[in-house]
């Protein structure tokens, strides 16, 4: 017995032997060397080693003649170190397609769902995210509950001027959803039944989400260019109580920069008063969204549809007919569901041999979505390029519109490769660290040492968002490695593991 203990006691001596003459060496978990590191900052491009220990980062070391230990070494062979691009305004059910390849493809490790007013039906977030959790994620997700979902659960349902009582309800709900770590309340007021809410409801359940630490995240009520003045006085009223954000921030069927710098400068008059006020914008001339959007409130429920056609036809086919046209008519409308999937309004009103207006009342009617081409690339470019305005992509897996699988890498392709717009530690910047600072995620969109390793490296190159109208499901390409948590998540062009979590707003 007494022998046995002398190599131990050498072992000791050997260790304090080596720490007195020079730092033992950590063995790190990952060791990524030869990279040029864009921190998501918006500073410039260097470069250095960096060390991940667990999720973590351990350590960045800008002197590259070091070496180190690790249990993996990855050599990026020259190519830039990004964080993972973070997706302000994201669709999709986890329940059903918790891999999100999608969005791995195209480089975000962290989805914001929850959108539009929409989120899961439940009176148990907390329950729900739990269950996600489990479920073995490709990116991570972050929540925030909707309005309108508020509405339907808390019994609100269509009404215009809910009673205290049930207001009280939707209050509570709020603020259960707020203490499981929703990072906000997300309004989609161009939708049922978000657009049935007044500006005093809206501004008590911002100045709660505002007491619990979150932000409004706002589809406003409408996006047409001579409503969005109107649009964006009701959105800032609640920013006495809370950030707010404009969602997918567009103006339709607008043309020219300057109109642009004419919506921006009024945010950045309220800025200048103190208030909190961001967007995030797509690198897209068409939105995506329920064909309903087309149609009058007043044949949306609780009205009934048919009762409506029946009674006011005329009107209806006029209020169409004048919508439509207004929106670059019904070429710019593309079928992205349905019957009529891949064809335009146009199209399909030449094949059924009669008006556009009565194609959308008699066939068409309330369902289905589609792909509206009404947005001006000078009006896009000039919110890409503001600083208070990060980017999105306003898709899912699912949805019929490039954006679900391109938009992070179109970014890179169009507007940092192809035409310099953006530099690219702007662009990454805005898909990383200013999200991050605009949503909440205090751990997250930075290379510093301590921030989660959530991690991109590719070649700017060589990346290619190949998603069309036509072809819309076709991954991005140009994302060699995507680290989520650390750990490998998809590789090559291929998804090599599920280590997203379910983020919760600390
Ligand atoms: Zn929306």
Redesign the pocket.
């Known amino acids: 017995m007494k022998k046995a203990l002398f190599p131990f006691c050498f072992i000791l001596t050997l260790s304090f032997f080596l720490a007195c003459t020079s730092t033992p060496k950590e063995t790190y978990d990952l060791w990524i060397k030869n990279a040029r590191i864009i921190d998501g900052s918006g500073s410039e491009p260097y470069w250095g080693h960096l060390l991940v220990n667990a999720d973590k980062i351990a350590k960045i070391d800008t002197d590259t003649t070091n070496t180190y230990l690790a249990t993996e070494v990855l050599d990026a062979q020259g190519r830039v170190l990004t964080p993972g691009f973070i997706d302000a305004?994201s669709h999709g059910d986890p329940l059903k397609t918790p891999e999100f390849t999608n969005f791995l493809a195209m480089g975000a490790t962290t989805i914001f769902l929850g959108?539009?007013g929409s989120s899961p039906a439940t009176k148990d977030l907390g329950a729900w995210m739990d269950e996600v959790d489990s479920l073995g994620l490709g990116p991570n997700i972050a929540m925030f509950v909707g309005h309108g979902t508020l509405r339907m659960i808390s019994g609100i349902e269509y009404a215009k001027d809910p009673t205290e009582e049930v207001l009280l309800k939707m209050d509570s709900l709020l603020i259960d959803a707020m203490k499981v770590g929703s990072f906000g309340l997300s309004t989609?007021l161009e939708y049922n039944p978000g657009y049935l809410a007044g500006g005093d409801e809206l501004n008590r359940l911002a100045k709660i989400t505002g007491e619990y630490g979150g932000m409004v995240m706002s589809?406003m009520r409408n996006e047409d260019d001579q409503f969005m003045e109107a649009s964006l006085t009701e959105l800032l009223a609640q920013g006495e109580y809370c950030p707010v954000h404009v969602?997918?921030i567009k103006i339709v069927y607008a043309k020219g920069e300057s109109r642009a710098k004419e919506i921006l400068a009024l945010l950045e008059k309220e800025r200048q008063d103190g208030k909190t006020v961001t967007a995030d914008v797509y690198p897209y001339e068409a939105s995506y969204?329920g064909i309903s959007l087309l149609f009058p409130d007043w044949v949306k429920p609780p009205a009934n549809y048919d009762e409506v056609v029946a009674t006011r036809k005329a009107e209806l086919e006029a209020y169409l007919r004048n919508r439509v046209n207004l929106r670059n008519g019904p070429e710019a409308t593309l079928m992205g569901s349905g019957d009529y999937k891949g064809k335009t309004l146009k199209q399909i009103a030449e094949e059924l041999n009669k008006p556009f207006e009565k194609v959308l009342v008699e066939d068409i009617k309330l369902t289905g979505s589609a792909a509206y081409f009404v947005m001006d690339e000078d009006v896009m470019k000039t919110f890409l390029k503001d600083p208070n305005i990060c980017v999105s992509s306003?898709g899912s897996p699912t949805s019929n519109h490039p954006r679900g699988h391109g938009t992070f890498a179109k970014i890179i392709e169009s507007y940092v490769i192809n035409e310099p717009l953006l530099t690219l530690p702007e662009a990454i910047h805005k898909m990383t660290g200013l999200t991050a600072k605009q949503t909440g995620i205090s751990d997250r969109g930075l290379i510093q040492e301590g921030m989660v390793a959530d991690l991109l490296i590719f070649d700017p190159e060589r990346v290619k968002a190949t998603a069309t109208y036509e072809n819309p499901y076709q991954l991005a390409e140009g994302f060699d490695m995507v680290f989520v948590n650390g750990k490998p998540a998809f590789k090559d062009g291929e998804l090599v593991g599920k280590y997203g979590r379910v983020l919760r707003k600390k």
């Open positions: 305004h959108q539009d989609g589809h969602s997918h969204t306003d």
